[in-house]
């Protein structure tokens, strides 16, 4: 137990002092983040610009009541109101001169329905002059939809991708352990290779926990993500799923013998999983003949769990598939792990 | 006192070599056993056997009364061991290295203790990957020492260190034969075996060749001296009776019982009117030992 603890303190200790290690557990994922998010993640909001020729109480009062509608911009014109609209410059042109007052619209869809706000502004306008009560006055509720914008998608396929990759990454460790030596010499003393390879693991699971933590943060924070699910319930899926890709990753330090080869295994375990295992974009929409393909693959189980608990708040219970498949991957992974796993490089 | 270790017809083949061949040693208590000999002759895995980190074919190996196959976790709890060319984490401390290897024994020693006595105090709080290679050495004995074995192996200790770092691991060596453990270690230089051992195993291709003194050795293999000479007029001591072997410019003569025959050779070189510029008497060592059981040199 001294051996297991003072081992998980000391993989702490080495992995702040790690600048590259640090980078890509924590850095890299938030960076990741930041991008895609930044790129696709939040929806625009209703933005159109009207423009206005004429002058007099209409056209004053106009303006200001189209300033008070989010997203809207008015500008006063001089002239050459319909070649601006022409050229997309504005979305609606309201043209007033002696009391006459013309509207003009194009065929695109902003267009159209910004008309229509128009159209219910001077509507309202006329009733203020004519002192009439409004008779049927809806008070407008918004509700957010969950899972329906890209950061709500895009935050658990994140945070599985990192879960992939550095516990690929942390399990394949074990082979630059193994070239220098340091692996024959704890051989050389009574720990067992269980505790050595499970405080490994420990330590994987504690980053886990603290990437998850980031990452669902920073969406939180900066794009509106609003998880629904318990958080909590997501610890056991991290374990399990960070346990898939160790055992994965020691599996390739058993095989490979130098860190150069494993990387290269890595990618090729690695890379389909993050265009085809819905970590950016819905299994539902790969092409037919790649589907089958993808239900292979763990990070899907993973990222579909991860999503199920954060989106939708699915319970634990109902995620037996998930955990099913993921344990089977360590099951088989750990087994060929074990089977494969040399303390040193091979007599030459 | 039983022995400590205790070797019988150890046979170690790796993919149909042998690294031992058939090989016996008995090593008692409160020793320094040196264990010489080129690349190649089986010292490493000899250690990796008694350390349990390889299994034998056949035979049998015991150390400190456990059977090292069998009961090699008893054996690692009490043995301490210094690697050939081992690394340590380096992102951890020379303290921190310590703790941790520590952490493997169920009776480490204080490791305060143990870096003073080491000479570590001052590195303790210094990253491994900064240290030089004779500090490197010095942690690795440290660390062979953390769980206060009695018994100790260290794999080529000096092998790459200049003299100076040399030196210091020689004087740790001495110290922790003098706080009564006994130590294996295996070099291929013979003056380090000269000057740190009490025993001497000679081994080549697997096999032991002689063990013993080094006082023992040189008399039973290599009791001769080596006259080495260079002037002018001495050509004809090539030839019999004398049979000097000529090396580049100098005369090379191997002899027993010198000072019987060291007269009539200079009384002969003065009856032929030869002249003598340089001469050098070379006592017999370990080198020449194993030369004459090998017909190779050690280091090449």
Redesign the interface.
């Known amino acids: 137990m001294r051996a297991y603890l003072t081992l998980v303190r000391m993989n702490l200790k080495m992995l702040f002092r790690a600048r590259d290690v640090l980078f890509w557990n924590f850095a890299f994922p938030v960076l990741f983040m930041v991008l895609i998010g930044t790129a696709f993640g939040t929806t625009p909001g209703f933005s159109a610009h009207v423009g206005v020729e004429g002058s007099g109480a209409f056209v004053s009062g106009l303006v200001q009541a189209l300033h008070h509608i989010k997203g809207m911009k008015v500008s006063v014109l001089a002239s050459g109101g319909i070649e601006a609209l022409k050229a997309g410059h504005i979305d609606v042109l309201v043209h007033s001169a002696n009391h006459h007052i013309d509207l003009y619209r194009t065929n695109a869809s902003t267009s159209q329905s910004v008309s229509s706000i128009v159209l219910g502004t001077v509507m309202s306008m006329n009733l203020q002059v004519l002192h009439q009560p409004l008779l049927f006055h809806p008070i407008v509720h918004q509700i957010s939809m969950q899972g329906t914008s890209y950061i709500d998608f895009l935050a658990p396929g994140i945070l599985g991708m990192t879960l992939m990759n550095t516990g690929l990454f942390s399990g394949t460790m074990l082979i630059t352990h193994r070239s220098q030596g340091i692996l024959r010499r704890i051989r050389g003393t009574p720990l067992s290779t269980g505790i050595f390879i499970g405080a490994r693991i420990t330590t994987q699971m504690l980053i886990a926990l603290v990437q998850a933590a980031l990452i669902l943060m920073l969406a939180r924070e900066v794009y509106h993500f609003t998880p629904v699910g318990n958080l909590w319930s997501l610890i056991p899926l991290l374990i399990i799923g960070e346990l898939a890709f160790m055992t994965i990753g020691f599996f390739i330090a058993g095989v490979a013998n130098t860190m150069e080869v494993a990387a290269a295994l890595t990618n090729i375990v690695s890379l389909p999983m993050m265009f085809l295992a819905g970590v950016f974009y819905p299994i539902s929409q790969l092409p037919r003949f790649i589907k089958p393909l993808a239900q292979i693959l763990p990070l899907r189980y993973l990222t579909s769990g991860l999503r199920a608990i954060v989106v939708h708040g699915t319970s634990l219970a109902h995620l037996g598939n998930d955990f099913m498949a993921l344990a089977m991957v360590t099951v088989v992974c750990g087994f060929l792990a074990i089977k494969f796993f040399r303390w040193e490089m091979p007599h030459v | 006192m039983a022995p400590v270790i205790e070797v019988i017809n150890a046979v170690k083949e ?2 149909g070599v042998r690294a031992l061949d058939g090989l016996s040693l008995t090593v008692n208590s409160g020793q320094v056993v040196a264990i010489l000999g080129p690349n190649g002759a089986g010292k490493t895995t000899l250690l990796e056997i008694l ?3 390889q299994r034998l074919n056949r035979g049998e190996a015991r150390v400190l009364g456990y059977d090292v196959g069998r009961e090699s ?1 008893e054996v ?2 009490r043995i301490g ?1 210094s ?1 050939q ?5 380096d ?2 401390s020379v303290e ?1 290295t310590a ?3 520590g ?4 009776h480490p020693q204080d490791r305060r203790a143990l870096l003073r006595n080491t000479g570590l105090w001052e590195l303790r709080g210094r ?1 491994v990957s900064r240290l030089s290679g004779g500090q490197k050495q010095r942690v690795a004995l440290a660390l062979a020492l953390i769980n206060d074995p009695r018994l100790i192996f260290l794999d080529e200790p000096t092998t790459g260190l200049d003299p100076a770092a040399r030196r210091e691991i020689w004087s740790l060596v001495e110290r922790i034969q003098q706080e009564g453990r006994t130590v294996i270690l295996t070099t291929h230089y013979m003056e380090e075996a000269a000057y740190l051992a009490d025993n001497v195993v000679i081994m080549d291709q697997g096999k032991i060749l002689a063990e013993g003194t080094v006082a023992q050795l040189l008399r039973d293999y290599a009791d001769q001296q080596t006259v080495i000479l260079d002037g002018e007029g001495l050509d004809y001591l090539t030839e019999p009776p004398w049979n000097f072997v000529e090396d580049n410019g100098q005369l090379f003569w191997h002899v027993p019982n010198l000072s019987d025959q060291l007269d009539s050779l200079l009384s002969s070189i003065r009856s032929r009117g030869g002249k003598i510029h340089h001469l050098v008497v070379q006592e017999a060592t370990l080198e020449d030992v194993f030369l004459r059981l090998t017909g190779r040199r050690l280091v090449s």
Do not use: M, P, V
């Not at chain 2, 060319?85 to 984490?89: G, I, Q």
């Not at chain 2, 952490?103 to 169920?106: G, L, M, R």
């Open positions: 790796f993919n350390e349990g980190l976790r690692k709890e061991i690697l060319s081992t690394a340590f984490f992102r951890l921190e703790e941790l290897f952490s493997f024994f169920s990253r």
